[in-house]
């Protein structure tokens, strides 16, 4: 390490630095608690945070470097809690089928959708999975993200499903950004086994036995959805998954209001995630419970349907956090921001609540609660300059990508 890496550094004169300080889990009227430091500044140590304030408290690290960020605005580093990160190719094609009037689940059921990425990402290459979601990583980081859950599901068999956590493995082993691992081999049932369900869910615990051994994810999750997983098998499969040690989440009431959020609830899920048709006896149980309300507005409008009904959950009590949901079928985008804008314009959240929703909480539902999410003394720094005089701005400001630099460990990574 040369002597300038040593080197304490100092990011001074922060027009609003949120640091977000306090507990990991912000429930309901907690997520907009959130008050920024004026005039901040961060002092970092071996790419960990040493010091936050305002004022020139900094002073006194004289031989630190110093950058002035001035006139900036400043917050943890935003985390993407959903996405589908490795897939091949790509599903332009059913974008018209839809302006056509056909609805997502009525592609998967003529063996598109889902079953069509399956396809292409069986046949793919390790290297093709890898360059593709490393450019779809760098694209994460230029909008600011600096740390991402990725599931598998597009194998539907055990050597692709592999091979697809392997992937992140390896991107998580080079960095810059921190991966969570989520195993999804229960994404849909594939056509070799429409007759025969009980043969696919005994391949999928073939393959959480496989993938625990191999240290390979560390949450699974199901698609619990009408025509798709019912709540009896996500029960069956999830409580497995349970004893194995894994932690829970439920694709829960994408669709159709089966009950997904109240089985993420009994099963003590770390997250329900969409929850777009929940109902609103559902919506009690996971305000009463710690499981995280993941909400992807940008599916919701991809797919043209209504947002997810963020203001009443938080008002009865959810801890509500916001992902892209980046994946080929119904969100081909990795833009966090607009996901955070459409929250703050469409559903009714706070900008505070948005912001929260994509550092702590979301921290919290990728199990990364001790390190990220938040800009406290001992926690990585990670951080995110914006190109925003205010919080407001940011959300006005829409479409465009606001981030000016983004730090990893401390160190420039845009
Ligand atoms: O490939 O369509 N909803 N899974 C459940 C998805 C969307 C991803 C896809
Ligand atoms: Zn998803």
């Known amino acids: 390490m040369s002597p300038a890496e040593n080197k304490l550094s100092v990011y001074h004169n922060i027009n609003l630095l949120y640091i977000l300080e306090g507990s990991p889990l912000r429930k309901g009227s907690t997520m907009t608690d959130v008050k920024p430091l004026q005039n901040g500044y961060i002092v970092v140590e071996a790419g960990k945070i040493k010091e936050v304030g305002s004022g020139n408290g900094y002073l006194k690290y004289q031989d630190a470097n110093f950058y002035s960020l001035a006139g900036k605005t400043v917050v943890p580093g935003f985390i993407d809690s959903h996405t589908h990160l490795v897939f091949a190719g790509s599903r332009e094609n059913e974008m018209r089928r839809k302006l056509q009037g056909e609805s997502y689940l009525e592609i998967l059921k003529s063996g598109g959708g889902i079953l069509s990425t399956v396809r292409k990402t069986r046949e793919a290459s390790f290297d093709t999975l890898y360059k593709e979601a490393r450019t779809t990583l760098e694209r994460m980081l230029s909008f600011g993200v600096t740390s991402v859950e990725a599931k598998s599901g597009y194998g539907l068999d055990l050597e692709t499903e592999l091979k697809q956590l392997e992937v992140v493995a390896k991107l998580k082993a080079e960095g810059p950004q921190t991966l969570v691992s989520t195993f999804m081999g229960a994404h849909a049932l594939p056509g070799e086994y429409h007759d025969n369900r009980q043969a696919y ?32 098998e996500s029960r069956e499969f999830l409580g497995l998954a349970k004893e194995l040690g894994f932690k829970l989440k439920i694709h829960a009431d994408e669709m159709s209001a089966l009950g997904g959020a109240a089985l993420a609830t009994e099963l003590k899920a770390v997250s329900a995630e969409h929850l777009l048709a929940s109902s609103d006896e559902d919506l009690q149980k996971l305000a009463s419970s710690d499981t995280i309300a993941v909400l992807l507005p940008l599916t919701s409008f991809y797919l043209n349907k209504p947002f997810a009904k963020a203001r009443a959950m938080i008002d009865y009590g959810c801890a509500v956090a916001l992902a892209s949901d980046y994946n080929p079928g119904s969100s081909p985008s990795e833009n966090l921001q607009l996901a955070m804008q459409f929250a703050v314009l469409k559903m009714k959240m706070t900008p505070e609540e948005a912001l929260t929703a994509v550092t702590v909480n979301a921290a919290k539902a990728s199990g990364l609660e001790a390190t990220k999410g938040r800009l406290m003394p001992g926690m990585d720094a990670d951080f995110v300059v914006l190109a925003a005089p205010n919080l407001d701005y940011f959300f006005y400001r829409f479409g465009i990508n606001l981030v000016e630099e983004v730090y990893i460990k401390g160190k420039k990574v845009k």
Do not use: Q, T
């Not at 869910?201 to 798709?228: M, P, Q, T």
């Open 201 to 232: 869910f005994a391949l999928l615990e073939k393959a959480l036995y496989e993938i625990k051994k191999r240290n390979l994810a560390s949450f699974v999750d199901i698609f619990c959805e009408e025509g798709v997983f019912s709540v009896s």
